[in-house]
Nanobody, 124 residues
Framework: VQLQASGGGLVQAGGSLRLSCAAS????????VGWFRQAPGKEQEFVAAIDAGSRRSYYGDSMKGRFTISMDNAKNTVNLQMNNLRSEDTAVYYC??????????????????WGQGTQVTVSS
């Protein structure tokens, strides 16, 4: 499966952005799709994930209540709605697809397919 991430940009603190991860080659059926981010000089950080079957969602601690992950079957995309953005949310955001165990859902190693990344910059 090929993934294409989009929707990044420059936004002021407190603003919102919606990222999309589009799949081609096959659908997200039976996959878990995750968003990770990486800021300069920092390790990759888990943002959110969704199970395509149950639609259950999972979030990193600092994203809870601000970010919402969802799946659009018709468009074969996974969206990440980010509200109340902070300067510390500035990073390159990547989407990944795979079949990680629940215990591994927040680990990049659980995902075998990756998009190219999209830059999110939050100005304070």
């Amino acid at each position: 499966v090929q993934l294409q991430a989009s929707g990044g940009g420059l936004v002021q603190a407190g603003g919102s952005l919606r990222l999309s991860c589009a799949a081609s080659g096959r659908t997200f059926y039976n996959y878990r799709v995750g968003w990770f981010r990486q800021a300069p000089g920092k390790e990759q950080e888990f943002v959110a994930a969704i199970d395509a079957g149950s639609r259950r969602s999972y979030y990193g601690d600092s994203m809870k209540g601000r970010f919402t992950i969802s799946m659009d079957n018709a468009k074969n995309t996974v969206n990440l709605q980010m509200n109340n953005l902070r300067s510390e949310d500035t990073a390159v955001y990547y989407c990944g697809a795979g079949r990680p165990l629940l215990s591994e859902i927040s680990r990049p190693s659980g995902y075998g397919y990756w998009g190219q990344g999209t830059q999110v910059t939050v100005s304070s």
